[in-house]
């Protein structure tokens, strides 16, 4: 079935802090998996994304980690600032062609 | 304008009325996609197109009705929606990827809809 599950659904932390937001998902043919940061009255936009034959990819201050085994994906954020304060989403392709299944999203709260 | 744009901004419907959302991307993409977003289902794939011809319908009523006449502008068409059907509609578009290829989907800025 098409069913990715994101958690936390919301998450406030300290500038400064780290934030860490997990997905799994249920298609083991997925290979592709995306994130996106959606600002409060904005379009969502690609962050980072990991492909099944990589197992951690970085980018400054984010990361994303994928154990294919166990089907599950993380963002890392660290040293988090009131910028990365934001809707995330995680996604995978599903198994249809072009098609991305979209988790719930996660509300991240950065507090000065 | 650059990137993906979309019109109108807002948009007020009565159930009987019929209206249409239009879409328009300037980056040479072949792949086009209308999604819904609410506060149920924060992103909803609606249509999928590829050089023009629909391949992926996600079990969307009929009171939608997509048309992508070229690679570069999506529509959605609307009639008798229901309250229910309010929401912000997002266009996006990606470069044709091969399974599993991964592609960035850059997204429109929505269309707020109101159905009374």
């Known amino acids: 079935g098409e069913n990715v599950e994101q958690h936390p659904s919301t998450l406030s932390v300290q500038e400064g802090d780290s934030a860490v937001i997990k997905c799994t998902y249920s298609?083991?043919?997925?290979?592709?998996f995306p994130w996106y940061k959606q600002e409060l009255g904005k379009r969502p936009q690609l962050i980072i994304d990991?492909?099944?034959?990589?197992g951690e990819k970085k980018d400054q201050r984010i990361a994303v980690t994928l154990n294919k085994t166990a089907k599950h994906f993380s963002l890392h954020i660290t040293e988090t600032q009131p910028e990365d304060s934001a809707v995330y989403f995680c996604a995978e392709e599903n198994t249809g062609f072009q098609k991305l299944v979209f988790g719930t999203g996660t509300r991240l709260l950065v507090s000065p | 304008e650059t990137g993906v744009t979309q019109t109108p901004r807002h948009l007020v419907m009565g159930m009987t009325n019929k209206k249409s959302l239009k879409c328009e991307q300037h980056l040479g993409h072949n792949a086009m996609y209308w999604y819904k977003q609410s506060a149920k289902k924060p992103l909803e794939l609606m249509f999928v197109?590829?050089?023009?011809?629909?391949?992926e319908n996600n079990s969307v009523p009929s009171r939608f009705s997509p048309e992508c006449p070229n690679s570069s502008h999506l529509f959605l068409h609307l009639h008798t929606l229901q309250p229910e059907d309010s929401a912000l509609y997002l266009c996006?578009?990606?470069?044709?990827?091969?399974?599993?290829?991964?592609?960035?989907?850059?997204f429109g800025p929505g269309t707020r809809l109101t159905v009374t």
């Open positions: 990991i492909r099944s034959n990589v």
């Open positions: 996006a578009s990606s470069q044709v990827a091969h399974p599993g290829q991964g592609y960035e989907q850059y």
């Open positions: 298609d083991s043919a997925s290979n592709y």
């Open positions: 197109y590829n050089f023009k011809e629909q391949t």
